[in-house]
C-alpha cells in the first residue's frame, strides 16, 4: 500500500482501525447484503508458494522488486508465465517513471460478455527497502492463484474477468493511473466493477472492507456478506485514496476491496474479537526490510485468497443484463477524417497529403511510400461482442509501386492481435499493385467475445517505392 507522505495532500494523521473508521461486525443485517453463491477453496499452500518465488526473485535483486529495479521486472515475468500457461490472454503496459520504466500486467480469460467487464488486482511492487512480501505480494499472490483457479475450474464466465497487477503503487498509485489515464471512454464504460487487494497477509491481522465509495457499496456488501457467512468479524475502513482502486474510482467506476491492516496499533476490541496482540501494529514490518516471507500470517492469508476466489466466481457469473450486438461499425474514426484519433501505431501513415488521394473524403492511411528501409503500422483495438452472430473486417485499398518483377519487396500485412496471439489475414505487395480502389473483406466472427486490434504492418526494403493506401475500414456485425 501507497505510504500516505507518497501522495500530494499529506495523510500523517490517518490512523487505520481508527480515524475514519466505521464498526461493523458479523451481526449485521443479512437483509442488507447479497446471498453468498458457492465458494471455491483456493490453495492456501499454493499462495504461499507464490510468496516464496517472490521473495526469491528479491533476494536475488538487491533485496527488494521496486520499480525501475530488475526485481520488479522478474516479478512481472514470473506472474506472466502462470497466466500464459493457464490461457489467460496477458498484455504488458510499459511507463515511465522517476525511478525507471515500470509496468502493469493485465490479464483476460478468453470468455465471457466484454461489454461487461469485472475487475481484480492489487500492485506488485515493493518498497524500495524490502521485498514486500505482505505489501504487497500477498494481494498479488491471492489475485493470481484465483485466477489459476478460475482457469482449472471448467467455469463458464457470463461476464468477462481481467485481472491486474499494478506497477509503481509506492510512487504514488502511477500504474492504476496510467491505466485508467489511457484507457478509453468506451472501455471505461464497459468496467462493472473493480475490487482491489492490498495486503491480505498482515501477521497481527485484522479484517477490514473498504467503504469509501458509494457506488460499490453492492460489492461492499458482498465482501461483508462473505465474511458473515464464516463467522469472522469485520470493519468498514475508509482507506483514503490510498491504494489503486482510486483510479477507478475517480471515473465513476463501482470498487470496493479488503485490507489486513498495515501500520497503525491494534486496538483492545481489535484484538478481543480478532486474536493477536493489541498495542502492536498489524504490520510490524510494514515498508521494511523485514516484510518477508516471516511476515505473513498463514490464516489471514488463507482467508483473504478464498475470499477473492468467491468473488471471482461470483461476479464471473453475475448477471448484468444482455447487451444487444451492435449492428454498426465498431470500429471508430473508421475513415480516418479525424485524422490518428482512436488509431495508435506509427506517427505519419495517417494523413491529409495530397500526393495520394483518399477515396472519400480527404484522409487516409498512406502506408509505405518512403523507397527506403521503413516499418510502419496502424491499428485500433475493438471488441466484438459474444452475442454477434457474425463479424467482418473489410477496408478498401489502392497499390501503387515502382518496383517491378515478381518478387515481393515490400508488403502490406492485414493481422488480428489477440492477446499474445497474432493472425495474417492477408498480405499484399508490390506485385499486382492496382492503383483502383478494391474493398477486401475477411470474416473474422471466430473472435466474437474477444477484444483484438486490427493492424496494418507495412514493410518496405531498402529502395523503390511502394504505396498502399486504405480508407473506409469496417467491423461490422450482426
Known amino acids: 500500500m501507497v505510504s500516505s507522505t507518497s501522495l500530494t495532500a499529506p495523510l500523517a494523521a490517518l490512523a487505520f482501525g481508527l480515524t475514519g473508521l466505521v464498526a461493523a461486525s458479523a451481526s449485521a443485517d443479512p437483509l442488507s447484503v447479497t446471498a453468498v453463491a458457492a465458494s471455491p477453496d483456493i490453495s492456501v499452500t499454493n499462495t504461499q508458494a507464490h510468496l516464496t518465488q517472490l521473495q526469491s526473485i528479491a533476494t536475488a535483486n538487491g533485496g527488494n522488486r521496486g520499480t525501475g529495479r530488475p526485481g520488479y521486472a522478474a516479478s512481472i515475468g514470473y506472474v506472466k508465465g502462470k497466466l500464459d500457461a493457464a490461457g489467460w490472454v496477458t498484455s504488458v503496459q510499459s511507463f515511465s517513471t522517476s525511478s525507471g520504466t515500470s ?37 498479488s499472490a491471492g489475485v493470481l492463484e484465483s485466477a489459476l483457479a478460475y482457469a482449472a475450474s471448467g467455469q463458464s464466465a457470463k461476464n468477462r474477468l481481467r485481472v491486474a497487477f499494478w506497477g509503481a503503487e509506492e510512487l504514488g498509485l502511477l500504474g492504476s493511473k496510467h491505466y485508467m489515464s489511457t484507457l478509453p471512454t468506451a472501455d471505461k464504460d464497459k468496467i462493472e466493477v473493480y475490487l482491489n487487494v492490498d495486503m491480505i497477509g498482515s501477521p497481527n491481522p485484522g479484517y477490514f472492507v473498504y467503504d469509501d465509495n458509494p457506488a460499490g457499496n453492492g460489492a461492499r456488501d458482498e465482501l461483508t456478506s462473505w465474511y458473515t457467512s464464516k463467522g469472522i468479524p469485520w470493519e468498514y475502513i ?113 494523413t491529409n497529403n495530397s500526393g495520394r488521394p483518399a477515396r472519400t473524403g ?92 486490427v493492424k496494418l504492418l507495412l514493410t518496405e526494403d531498402s529502395s523503390l517505392q511502394t504505396s498502399f493506401v486504405v480508407d473506409d475500414t469496417s467491423l461490422a456485425t450482426s
Open 103 to 139: 509496468s502493469n500486467l493485465v490479464a483476460e480469460w478468453p470468455a465471457g460478455d466484454p461489454d461487461h467487464v469485472v475487475m481484480l488486482g492489487g500492485h506488485l511492487d515493493s518498497v524500495a527497502n524490502g521485498a514486500g512480501i505482505n505489501d504487497n505480494g500477498s494481494g
Open 362 to 453: 480527404t484522409w487516409k492511411a498512406w502506408l509505405g511510400g518512403n523507397g527506403s528501409t521503413s516499418t510502419e503500422t496502424v491499428q485500433q483495438g475493438v471488441s466484438i461482442p459474444s452475442t454477434a452472430t457474425s463479424a467482418t473486417l473489410s477496408f478498401w485499398l489502392r497499390t501503387d509501386t515502382a518496383e517491378s518483377g515478381s518478387t515481393a519487396y515490400d508488403t502490406l500485412k492485414v493481422q488480428l492481435v489477440d492477446g499474445a496471439s497474432t493472425s495474417t489475414l492477408a498480405t499484399y505487395s508490390n506485385v499486382g499493385a492496382n492503383a483502383t480502389w478494391t474493398q477486401k473483406s475477411f470474416d473474422v466472427t471466430a473472435y466474437r467475445g474477444r477484444t483484438v486490434s
Open 238 to 350: 475508509d482507506v483514503q485514496g490510498r491504494s489503486d482502486h482510486a483510479a477507478f474510482r475517480s471515473y465513476g467506476i463501482p470498487t470496493a476491496g479488503i485490507f489486513s491492516g498495515a501500520e497503525t496499533l491494534k486496538t483492545s476490541s481489535q484484538a478481543q474479537k480478532w486474536g493477536g496482540t493489541a498495542g502492536r501494529a498489524f504490520d510490524p514490518c510494514y515498508h521494511s526490510s523485514c516484510d518477508t516471507t516471516a511476515n505473513i500470517n498463514a490464516t489471514s492469508l488463507d482467508r483473504g485468497a478464498d475470499l477473492i476466489g468467491h468473488m471471482l466466481w461470483l461476479y464471473a457469473a453475475k448477471d448484468y443484463g444482455t447487451t444487444p450486438a451492435p449492428s454498426g461499425n465498431l470500429l471508430e474514426n473508421p475513415g480516418f477524417e479525424s485524422g490518428a484519433v482512436s488509431w495508435t501505431g506509427t506517427s505519419g501513415p495517417i
